[in-house]
């Protein structure tokens, strides 16, 4: 036989209240109403699913039964619409993130996340890109946010804003070759075996793109893709590493020193795209996550309330 669902879902509201007018009135029915769908389930079943009496009605063990199945095939209904429901939202342009390899370790993430349980109806498109083209992209209108370098970005039309502290240092092994040491050249760091990142990452592209034609050659044990690799081989003793000061966990144990070059001085800025006239809010949402990522990181690493800030 076909159950309607509606007919099940009353059933279960008079099981639950001990009432048909009570089950009547959570449908939104007549007494009468209610009482012939009962009466013509009974007649489909063919068999008694409620006693009658005069404090209420409860149910029989058929009733009991049909009220446990009910509620399954109500529940997995309700599953099946949200899951239909989600193909047929009207759905709107994933929202387009650029940013450099260094904001891509933590930023990026940590804002993700926030942003995509506040937001489940917004998508993101997250790309990493060195600053020169994703200020071009931007200034096309292809992006709608970029994480970008301030000693790269200069003057380039698009409306910015600091977004956190992103200077390079030198770590190694606590105990080790930086023991006592407060700053180097990256001469003097050349001079040692270095862990570093794989050649076309942006970072290590960055870094030699400071360094020039006539840098010193660097001996590289070994070149990995993460950063949080990096991090840790630097601090197991395997060589020295450059990276940047907000990829360094503040409880792991390490010596770090300050890398003595002016181009390790920088600061990551959060750029505005050119898409629309107006911005969306979806674009000031992820905006704001984003800077509130990066003061949960300034607050990790300055637990103290230290001058330099993001």
């Not at 996340?113 to 071009?136: A, G, N, W, Y």
Request: glycine share 8%.
């Amino acid at each position: 036989m076909r159950y309607d669902l509606d007919d099940l879902r009353l059933f279960l509201h008079i099981v639950t209240e001990g009432s048909i007018t009570a089950g009547a009135q959570r449908m939104h029915l007549s007494l009468p109403s209610a009482s012939a769908r009962v009466r013509s389930l009974e007649h489909h079943a063919g068999v008694a699913l409620l006693i009658r009496g005069r404090r209420g009605v409860r149910p029989t063990p058929a009733g009991t039964t049909l009220a446990r199945h009910a509620r399954d095939v109500l529940d997995q209904t309700a599953r099946l619409e949200s899951a239909v429901a989600s193909y047929t939202r009207s759905l709107t342009a994933p929202l387009i993130l650029l940013s450099g390899g260094s904001a891509m370790h933590r930023l990026v993430p940590q804002a993700l996340i926030s942003f995509l349980r506040t937001h489940p109806d917004t998508d993101v498109t997250v790309s990493e890109s060195r600053t020169p083209q994703t200020v071009r992209m931007l200034a096309d209108g292809e992006a709608d946010l970029g994480v970008v370098l301030d000693n790269e970005a200069g003057d380039c039309g698009l409306h910015m804003e600091p977004l956190g502290d992103d200077s390079l240092v030198v770590i190694g092994q606590a105990g080790g070759i930086l023991s006592g040491r407060t700053a180097l050249t990256y001469s003097e760091v050349a001079e040692h075996p270095l862990v570093g990142l794989d050649a076309d990452s942006s970072l290590r592209r960055w870094i030699e793109k400071r360094l020039g034609p006539h840098a010193s050659v660097v001996r590289y044990r070994t070149t990995v893709a993460d950063l949080n690799v990096l991090v840790s081989l630097a601090a197991a003793g395997a060589g020295l590493a450059v990276v940047p000061r907000r990829a360094i966990d503040p409880h792991q144990r390490l010596d770090m020193c300050e890398l003595q070059e002016p181009w390790a001085r920088r600061h990551h800025l959060l750029a505005w795209g050119v898409k629309d006239c107006a911005v969306s809010v979806a674009t000031a949402a992820l905006a704001e996550h984003l800077r509130q990522a990066a003061l949960s990181e300034f607050s990790v690493r300055n637990p103290h309330g230290d001058a330099v800030g993001p």
